[in-house]
């Protein structure tokens, strides 16, 4: 991936519409709280599908009962029309993978050894083979080697593929999380908040390495505050508010819909390539509240927080 600044348009891979996800009428309670409120959402091949909604509207817990870390109340999630068992190792080995809103890194492990370990959900050798480390063994690893310096070409890190995790720039980071969520071949890419914290030109090369993501054929679904990003980026936008869907649809509809407009936007957000760089996009309730620590500290080791 370059660094180089994005039209505002859409490459050219379309949606070929083939259902992948499919939520269906999921709820998930915290004791008396309902979090999420019955929602369906698809995301079909090709798409890049956003995720918006005020602060507390129920989005990440939403991704986290589509990838198994929270068991929906109710409601059900299937991929590639199989249920998914609410269980995150077998989400990931159906093909869903995903970064999180803090991000997660092995931060004193190298940048090649971080995506390694995002390989182990496609690499077949086992505990015996590990122990002897014979012929299959090592072209196995060989292998994923190669796969894992291929993603770090891909997103920009290959040469800092010795470097330690944690004395990686921040925005890097976060590439580095997709990275590793690539290296279990993903078909669905889940991405909660991947330019929190990141400058205007982070920003503009994630949305540049989303398109190219979608255009190795992978679909995206995508939480983001950041109005700008979303509304250049996807071709439909689903919006939860308190925990209910509110509305989906193409960014046009959705930026224009009066519901939307005073329960979250405030304003029509402009997309053209002449205002990128400002910070219009994130102002009033969609300022990004983050957890993450924009210094890098959040990569202190992997984080037991599921959010
Ligand atoms: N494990 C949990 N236990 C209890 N309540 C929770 C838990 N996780 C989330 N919640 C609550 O569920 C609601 C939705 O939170 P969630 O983090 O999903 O919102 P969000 O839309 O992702 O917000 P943000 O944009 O701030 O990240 C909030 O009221 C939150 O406090």
Redo the contacts with the bound molecule.
């Keep these: 991936m370059t660094t180089t600044e994005t039209t505002g348009t859409a490459p050219a891979a379309q949606p070929d519409g083939t259902p992948l996800l499919h939520a269906s009428g999921v709820i998930m309670r915290?004791?008396g709280?309902t979090?999420?409120r019955n929602v369906d959402l698809t995301v079909n091949s090709g798409e890049i599908v956003g995720l918006i909604?005020?602060?507390?509207?129920?989005?990440?817990?939403?991704f986290?009962c589509l990838t198994g870390l929270?068991v929906p109340t109710e409601g059900s999630v299937s991929y590639r029309g199989t249920v998914l068992p609410p269980k995150p190792h077998l989400v990931t080995k159906a093909g869903i993978a995903r970064t999180f809103?803090n991000i997660r890194l092995f931060a004193n492990m190298t940048v090649l050894e971080n995506v390694l370990v995002g390989r182990h959900t496609r690499t077949r050798e086992g505990l015996l083979s590990a122990l002897i480390r014979g012929p299959r063994y090592h072209k196995a690893e060989a292998r994923s080697r190669a796969r894992a310096m291929e993603l770090l070409e891909f997103t920009g890190l290959a040469g800092k593929a010795d470097h330690l995790a944690r004395n990686l720039p921040y925005g890097e980071q976060r590439k580095l999380e997709i990275a590793r969520a690539l290296a279990s071949e993903p078909g669905l890419l889940l991405l909660d908040?991947p330019t929190a914290g990141m400058n205007p030109q982070e920003t503009r090369a994630t949305e540049e390495l989303v398109f190219a993501i979608r255009d190795q054929g992978i679909a995206v679904l995508v939480?983001e505050?950041d109005m700008r990003f979303i509304f250049n980026l996807c071709d439909r936008v689903a919006v939860?508010v308190q925990?209910q869907k509110l509305i989906e649809g193409t960014s046009d509809v959705v930026q224009s819909d009066d519901r939307v407009i005073a329960a979250y936007l405030g304003e029509p957000i402009a997309t053209t390539e002449g205002d990128a760089g400002t910070d219009a996009g994130t102002d009033g309730a969609t300022d990004?509240?983050?957890d993450t620590d924009p210094d890098g500290g959040s990569a202190a080791g992997e984080q037991e927080n599921?959010?």
């Design positions: 915290f004791g709280l979090a999420v909604g005020p602060n507390g509207a129920g989005k990440t817990t939403f986290n929270y809103q908040e939480i505050h939860l925990g990004a509240e983050t599921d959010r």
